[in-house]
């Protein structure tokens, strides 16, 4: 399940009819250029040589290896059914597969040229034009046209990940202007104007090969590559087991200004493994050369061997300024026995976060109280001003609390105050129907008593959850815990197939459409979805609406500021705990740019230290 993600970018197209229909008078103007911005201006110039996160002398060579926890059984990473490898994931650092446009890490959301050398954005974003980098070209060697676009957009909206399918049937009209020059135009929304936000996420889709492609069934599972204009190949596949790539010779897009530091490698490899116990013992024996600890306290005492203390792998801590995102055991609100909020919120009092993190890691984590943790985006303190003004047409429908009173979670760590907190719980239930008869929790009306089954992939979720059932026992609750491996966890986790679960929705400095395909009704019930809680409400719709809309930066953290608070007091989840740190050990081989907090780690950054040997030696 471990993704990566990075992006791609292009150069300049001479005059073509696209940029002759953008000067007529019946156009919204738009002019040509070399970017775009979601909210306010590009950071970096029309000649930048390079991102300021990067070293644009980083060596080429060498290889680095990485390590998956789970497996893959297929090599299509454009559909729902099955599980890609790392490295073709579309939420990877891709390295087979390239975007219209490639997004910098170091601003909210600003997108440069790739594949689309230049674009042509009207001004109320009504369309958008790609000019294609004259260069661009495939594996195999033929040029990336219009006609791929073209192909690429209809695959993906009829086909594609249920998140691809809602942002690009946003489309009204797509139209070839030339041999290298791509219009949309998109349909205008039901109130009017058109959705600000989908210019730029057409400019992310992915081009894929309408040559290679045509009448190739892309819904079955399958072990052939489809052809991709990355940096990379595919070199060697063994299903289930490892996946290796090669850096391309001929690979088109090498001196473009976005790519210039990145993709340093040789060969990019990836070896999975069956647990984290398995792999943790695998690096330790060099069998890969870069690990993420996940556990703080495994850092603090499974990194004591020899090559730690003889310098042979470095060990770097540092904390980030990026989203944390919420992770956190997700009610299924599909199922009767969570449809109740005062349900949901009598469970939460029975999670006891203090006493977890004091006894099982060493209080090296703080609590999540936000969809969007460690951000300025995340709502703080008593409601007010325009977030107040926001929500207050929705007033009768909204807990009078949200309103009155700053959200905070139920504190544990000692007997008395779980005591108090389960005395609440049991209230709660109480008024919802539950009461405790022969220490069993039983519906009043269906007397069915209260029991439900926790699905989990990551057996160190075991621990936590197993604590959460020990508790949810004094209110005579029953929960059982089942772990699965990474492929059955998705199956069931595609088709809504649980009661309850641990999952982690991230987010970016940008929110956008993305939380629709989160939280919104219209996704709810459509298999592959990423709104777990099974979230139906008019107000959250609304909420979605305003953040993919919103016409500037201040607008937009208003509306995530409201988005959090109802989503927060609707109780869909019980949110976990994250750190703002990350741990990462490996074998010292490898040079990397300056780690910036705002920035993060992208493994296309670094590059190999060690001598390069003579083919012929």
């Known amino acids: 399940m471990t993704r990566f993600f990075f992006l791609v970018m292009l150069a300049a197209i001479f005059c073509h009819p696209a940029t002759r229909a953008t000067q007529d008078s019946s156009f919204p103007k738009a002019q040509e250029t070399y970017g775009i911005a979601m909210h306010g201006d590009l950071k970096y110039p029309e000649d930048f040589q390079h991102f300021d996160y990067v070293n644009p002398q980083a060596p080429k060579g060498g290889k680095i290896k990485f390590s998956v926890v789970g497996t893959y059984n297929t090599l299509n990473p454009f559909v729902i059914k099955g599980t890609p490898p790392a490295g073709l994931s579309l939420y990877s650092e891709r390295l087979v597969y390239e975007c219209l446009m490639v997004r910098s890490a170091d601003e909210p959301f600003s997108l440069y040229g790739m594949i689309a050398e230049t674009v042509e954005m009207a001004s109320d974003r009504s369309f958008i034009i790609f000019n294609l980098n004259p260069k661009a070209k495939w594996a195999d060697g033929q040029p990336v046209t219009a006609e791929d676009v073209i192909f690429s957009h209809a695959t993906l909206k009829e086909k594609g990940m249920p998140n691809l399918q809602m942002f690009y049937s946003k489309v009204d009209r797509v139209e070839k202007l030339s041999e290298r020059s791509v219009k949309f135009t998109f349909k205008q929304q039901p ?77 990019v490899h990836f070896e999975y493994y069956r647990n984290a116990k398995v792999e943790l013992e695998a690096f330790k024996a060099g069998q890969f050369d870069v690990r993420s600890e996940q556990n703080p306290l495994k850092w603090q005492h499974a990194y004591d061997f020899v090559p730690v203390k003889d310098g042979r792998v470095v060990k770097i801590t540092y904390e980030h300024s990026r989203p944390v995102g919420m992770r956190g055991f997700v009610f299924n609100t599909r199922k009767e026995l969570f449809a109740d909020v005062r349900v949901r919120q009598a469970l939460t009092y029975a999670f006891d976060f203090e006493w977890l993190n004091r006894t099982l890691f060493q209080d090296a984590y703080q609590r999540t109280e936000s969809y969007f943790a460690n951000t300025t985006l995340g709502c703080r303190g008593i409601l007010q001003g325009e977030e107040r003004r926001l929500l207050l047409p929705y007033r009768a429908e909204l807990p009078a609390s949200l309103f009155q009173e700053e959200f905070h979670l139920p504190r544990g760590g000692d007997q008395k105050q779980m005591r108090d907190n389960l005395k609440k719980a049991i209230q709660l239930l109480k008024e919802a129907g539950w009461e405790i008869e022969a220490g069993r929790l039983v519906n009043q009306k269906t007397r069915r008593p209260f029991k439900f089954e926790i699905l989990l992939y990551r057996p160190e979720d075991e621990r936590v959850a197993l604590a959460f059932a020990r508790n949810l ?45 989160y939280w919104g009704s219209q996704e709810a019930d459509k298999p592959g979805g990423h709104n777990y809680p099974g979230i139906k409400s008019k107000i959250i719709d609304a909420l979605c609406e305003k953040v993919a809309t919103a016409q500037d ?16 007091w609707g109780y869909y989840t019980i949110p976990l705990y994250h750190t703002n740190k990350i741990y990462l050990a490996y074998w010292n081989k490898f040079g990397h740019p300056e780690i910036k907090p705002d920035v993060g780690i992208y493994f296309s950054h670094w590059w190999s230290t060690e001598k390069r040997q003579d083919k012929d030696s």
């Open 553 to 568: 930066r201040t607008h937009l953290t208003t509306a995530v500021h409201a988005l959090d608070r109802v989503l927060l």
């Open 191 to 267: 109130q009017g104007g058109y959705d600000p936000e989908a210019p730029l996420l057409l400019a992310l889709m992915t081009v894929l090969p309408k040559h290679a492609l045509q009448g190739r069934d892309l819904e079955k599972l399958t072990m052939e590559p489809i052809l991709g204009s990355g940096p990379y190949v595919i070199a060697d596949v063994k299903p289930g087991h490892s996946i290796r790539y090669k850096r391309r010779p001929d690979y088109w897009g090498a001196d473009l200004s976005v790519n210039r530091g990145r993709f340093n490698f040789d060969e």
């Open 473 to 517: 026992k004094h209110l005579g609750i029953v929960a059982t815990v089942r772990a699965l491996d990474s492929a059955q966890f998705e199956n069931r986790m595609t088709h809504y197939d649980y009661d309850m679960t641990i999952w982690m929705w991230g987010h970016t400095m940008s929110p956008g459409n993305e939380q629709k395909f």
